[in-house]
């Protein structure tokens, strides 16, 4: 499942980095519909499976009785904002890079000749990296899916 999702992830980043085509990795409705329900049937199973496992990850071995209920709410915000971040990493990388390339190719028409081929060879270097930041960024959402996967068991 989870390579799936990596190949599902990287090739509609790939489809970013068409000039003016947003990818549907860059929406958050689509990136918090992909992290929602894989957390939440994470949750899901392992309160259902390994309910004592879950109670102890929510305080760390070692911490004072004084300080278990504070742990208690930390971890759970902890666990509840997961799916969150990872739907906000995915799209806030993909917007940020697909604009900056927007933005520059917007301003070559109003450029002189010598400084336009600048700004090819800026517009080239970026393309690259944005190739890496796509397969970068689909490598994360698979693996902290697999690592959250990991610890409800």
Same mark, same amino acid.
């Given at each position: ?7 599902? #992830?990287?090739?509609?980043?790939? !489809?970013?980095?068409?000039? =003016?085509? %947003?990818? *549907? ?9 992909? &992290? ?8 899901? =199973? /392992? ?7 879950? %109670? ?5 071995? /070692? ?16 666990? #509840? ?18 604009? !900056? ?8 028409? *109003?450029? &002189? ?6 700004? !090819?060879?800026?517009?080239? &270097? ?12 689909? =490598?994360? %959402?698979?693996?902290? *899916?697999? !690592? =959250? ?5």
């Amino acid at each position: 499942i989870f390579i799936s999702l990596f190949s599902l #992830i990287l090739f509609n980043n790939f !489809l970013g980095l068409f000039p =003016y085509i %947003f990818t *549907s990795t860059s929406h958050l409705t689509f990136t918090l519909a992909l &992290a929602l329900p894989l957390w939440f049937s994470f949750m899901i =199973y /392992g309160w259902i499976n390994h309910t004592q496992h879950m %109670f102890a990850h929510l305080v760390p071995q /070692g911490t004072p009785p004084i300080l278990m209920p504070f742990m208690v709410c930390i971890e759970t915000i902890s666990n #509840i904002i997961r799916p969150g971040t990872l739907a906000v990493r995915l799209a806030a990388n993909m917007i940020a890079g697909h604009l !900056l390339l927007t933005l520059l190719g917007n301003t070559g028409p *109003s450029l &002189a000749l010598p400084i336009l081929s600048f700004l !090819l060879i800026a517009q080239i &270097a970026l393309l690259i990296l944005e190739s890496a930041v796509a397969i970068i960024q689909s =490598y994360v %959402f698979a693996v902290l *899916s697999t !690592l =959250y996967a990991s610890e409800v068991n």
